[in-house]
């Protein structure tokens, strides 16, 4: 089966930075995207999609954006539940990111990257959500071979 989400947009507030009890590191965010197609009254609809991205990719994506940048992200679809303080169950349904690229050049009016980056992955494999990465040995970039 397949769950793959692509998504272009721009961040609707700072990333909101958080840190699990065991120090692993959530960034959640909301990003706007516009409709391909424009409404009866010719204005474009958008929809505002609710994201999570975690350990360093998290670090990261909130270190490099802000309010208003323009991001891709690649993913997947994921939902939960909860109850909440009054005992009500909720229901979430968020992208998880994967990977992200920062769309914009450095010092624009609404971005702070020069390119794009693949901070979902550890190494060459793609960042999993659901346990701790195992520990590795540091990559230098003289590992790589480009």
Known sequence: MLNSVALTGRLTKDVDLRYTQSGTAVGSFTIAVDRQFRSAN?????????????????ENFANFTH??????????????????????KVFVTEVIVDNFALLEPKGSSQGQATQPTNQGYVGNQPANHTQQPASQPPINDDDYPF
């Open 42 to 58: 010719g204005e474009r609809e958008t929809d505002f999609i609710n994201c999570a991205i975690w350990r360093k990719s998290a």
């Open 67 to 88: 309010k208003g940048s323009l991001v891709g992200i690649e993913g997947h679809i994921q939902t939960r539940t909860y109850d909440n303080a009054q005992g009500q």
